[in-house]
Structure formats: structure tokens, C-alpha cells
């Protein structure tokens, strides 16, 4: 049979089976169960009202059951038994030699680099994108063309990258702009001077959102909360202390490291910044969704309070940081968790391009060669719980919020 046929086939029968299935239960439910008519009247309407809800979700109940709370529970099990020793039960032994594998650290030091960068990219950029594209007339369309990468699936998005990546100048996009410095004026402006900004503009705004988390310690008025919310600001403006000043040292890198001008670059096989490279496929694709949700949200603003920081003379950017920015901080933080669990579960982007190669490893491709290459379902069953662990919080705190 056609594909195509076959998939037209696959999906008519999936959506007439939805629709006769709603069509039929409530049949069930209003002629047969509990008619609407005779002396109990009132009570059948009343018993049918409270239970089409759970017969219309039941199939939604019954697919997540299946396909996801009973694997959750086989998993766990799994990760307690030696499949070589006929299932036999062997306590924490997989998650040991789990912990003692370099490469379940490596993917957890590259999955923590992947959280730290890209969900902040993707909203930082998400939330730029959404504020200017606001201010011109064909701001529509501009976020129609941002938005389109979100149609393109991860494997095709890396497939594109890796023809940039190419290390061929003739098909490499990248090397071929590469190979046009060669040390001068140029070469200076780009790739010192350029990046020295970026850099800078990173370690102002860490530094800034330092000074966020830290200032309830220093000014009375605006101490709040308990002990573990006073400890979880210390560990975040600690951690952006961090990137700020971890920033200013690259700066002084960039000035000092001796570039290789004139010659292909491989640059996925360049460890520590080849994970960058591969994180640029996904805020490539990511970041239509943040402009999305932000857009909404910025529109959600009342004008009045806009209107009246204009007339006190606030600039575009004190309008943007001061006014607009904490009347959305509850979507900027759905935004952030939404693509912080999309970044735990990548997959397909490392897979695509580097294979988990020259220390590209994360967490899902470490689990998948344990389970499908190496057929040790036990450590391969213990790194998928860690993963979960990971997930099942921000998660948890997402739907929270969003109700």
C-alpha cells in the first residue's frame, strides 16, 4: 500500500474513532444509563452530568496508564535487577556502577551546561524578539518567520546545522566564513572584539540578576519567606555570581588565545564548545515558542501602566526592565521550565549529529546505548529513574503554575 494512503487511512480512522466513540458513549449514557425522562428526572441528569466527564477521559486514562504509569513502574523495577542473572533482584548495584561510569558524569556535566544555557537563551531571545517585532507594522509576519522552526523536528533541524557545521568551506557554511580571516582588521573586530561584547553583556546581566536574588539580604523591607526560600536565593544569586564572573575570565581568553587562521575547522569535534554548537540547533527551534508565550503576555499588560511611565519619561529600556518585565515574570518562568524539560529529555540532536562523540554525551543517548547498545537494562533502567528524578519536579511546579 501507499504511504501516503496508508497514512490517510491511519489518520481517518483514528479521528472517526474519537468521534464515535464520544458520539456513542453519550448515547449510552443519555438513552440507555440514565434517560432524561420518567419520575427520576432530575436525579439521572444529575448522575449523567457527573459522569460524561470521566467517560469522555477515560481513554486519555487509559492510554496514560498503559504507555506511561505502568513503563514508569517496570522501569523502576528493572533498575533493581540483573537481566544476565535471570532478573534476579540486586539492590543498588546498577545505580553503583552507574555512578562509577565516567560517561553517566559526563552526560550529567553536559545535560547541567545544556539547562544553564539554553532555556535562558530561548527566553532572552524569545522575550527580545517579542518586544521589538511588537513595535513595526509587520510584526505579524516577523513572528510568523521566527516561529517557523518550530515545524521543522529536531533530526531535520540537525541535519541542516550539520551541513553549516561541514568542515568542507565549499559546503560548510561556517568554515567558509572562517576561512576569510586571516588575522587582520577583520579577524579583530569578530572574533576578539565581537565576542569580548557578548561576553561582557552575559556577565551584566548575571551580575544583575545576582544582585536580584541577593538584595533581600541587605535591605530590610524586602525580606519574605522562610528559610528555604532565604537558601534557595543565596544557592541562585551564588550560582549567577558564578556565570559573571566565569564571563569576565573568557573575556580575557578571547584576547589571549592563539586562533588557528586560514584552516577548516572541525568545530564538532572542539571539546567543551562543540556542546554550544549543538545547543544552537535547539534555540534555534525553541525559540518561537518562548516569543509566543511572551508576545501573549506582553499584551496582557495594562496600557495604563505603560502609558504612565512614558509621561514620567522612563526609556525604552527602563519601560522594559522596570514596567513590562515584572508584571510577566509568571510567564517568563513557565516559559523557562517549559524548555528546561524539553533540554532534559534531547535526544535526537546529539544522536543526529555527533553519536554522543568527542564528550558530546547527555543523559537520554547515555541511557539509550545502555538499553539498546550495551542490553544492560539495569543501568540503562537506573539512568532513565535519575532522568525522571530530574524531570518530575519542574514538571510538577509547571502544572502549578500554569492552573
Known amino acids: 500500500m501507499i504511504a501516503e494512503i496508508q497514512g490517510l487511512i491511519i489518520v481517518s480512522s483514528g479521528v472517526g474513532g474519537c468521534l464515535a466513540y464520544f458520539y456513542l458513549s453519550n448515547q449510552l449514557l443519555e438513552k440507555v444509563l440514565f434517560p432524561p425522562r420518567g419520575e427520576n428526572v432530575g436525579r439521572n441528569i444529575n448522575r ?20 506511561t504509569v505502568y513503563p514508569v513502574f517496570e522501569t523502576l523495577r528493572l533498575s533493581f535487577t540483573d537481566r544476565d542473572a535471570d532478573d534476579a533482584f540486586v539492590g543498588l548495584a546498577n545505580y553503583q556502577q552507574m555512578f562509577s561510569d565516567t560517561k553517566f ?14 532555556p535562558a537563551t530561548c527566553t532572552a531571545f524569545g522575550l527580545l524578539i517579542a518586544e521589538l517585532t511588537d513595535r513595526i507594522a509587520w510584526g505579524n509576519i516577523a513572528k510568523s518567520i521566527f516561529f517557523m522552526p518550530m515545524a521543522i523536528s529536531f533530526v531535520g533541524a540537525s541535519v541542516i546545522f550539520m551541513l553549516l557545521y561541514d568542515v568542507r568551506p565549499v559546503a560548510g557554511v561556517l568554515n567558509a566564513v572562517w576561512m576569510q580571516f586571516e588575522g587582520g582588521y577583520g ?12 561576553l561582557l553583556g552575559f556577565a551584566a546581566v548575571a551580575a544583575y540578576v545576582c544582585y536580584l536574588f541577593l538584595r533581600p539580604f541587605f535591605i530590610l523591607e524586602e525580606r519574605k519567606g522562610g528559610i528555604i526560600s532565604a537558601a534557595l536565593r543565596a544557592a541562585a544569586g551564588a550560582a549567577a555570581a558564578y556565570l559573571a564572573v566565569l564571563a569576565l575570565l573568557n573575556v580575557i581568553d578571547v584576547f589571549t588565545i592563539t586562533l588557528p587562521y586560514g584552516k577548516p575547522q572541525g568545530w564538532l569535534t572542539i571539546p567543551f564548545w562543540n556542546n554550544f554548537f549543538l545547543m544552537a ?7 518561537g515558542l518562548a516569543m509566543v508565550f511572551l508576545s501573549a503576555a506582553l499584551r496582557g499588560i495594562p496600557q495604563e501602566t505603560v502609558e504612565a511611565a512614558i509621561i514620567d519619561g522612563a526609556t525604552p ?6 514596567i513590562k518585565i515584572p508584571q510577566i515574570v509568571g510567564t517568563i518562568v513557565v516559559v523557562w521550565t517549559i524548555v528546561t524539560v524539553i533540554v532534559l529529555r534531547v ?29 544492560d537494562w539495569g543501568v540503562g533502567s537506573a539512568s532513565v529513574i535519575i532522568l525522571l528524578l530530574l524531570v518530575t519536579p519542574i514538571m510538577i511546579w509547571n502544572v502549578y503554575k500554569i492552573r
Open 105 to 118: 558524569w559526563e552526560g550529567m556535566r553536559n545535560n547541567m551546561l545544556w539547562l544553564i544555557v539554553v
Open 48 to 67: 449523567a452530568n457527573m459522569i460524561r466527564p470521566w467517560l469522555f477521559i477515560f481513554p486519555v486514562i487509559l492510554m496514560v496508564g498503559v504507555y
Open 281 to 287: 540547533v535547539m534555540i534555534w527551534t525553541q525559540t
Open 317 to 322: 529600556f527602563q519601560l522594559l526592565f522596570r
Open 347 to 375: 535526544f535526537d540532536i546529539v544522536f543526529t549529529i555527533t553519536m554522543s562523540n568527542w564528550k558530546t554525551q547527555i543523559l537520554a543517548n547515555y541511557l539509550y546505548r545502555k538499553l539498546f547498545n550495551d542490553l
Open 187 to 198: 579577524s579583530f573586530l569578530f572574533l576578539r572584539i565581537f565576542p569580548a561584547i557578548i
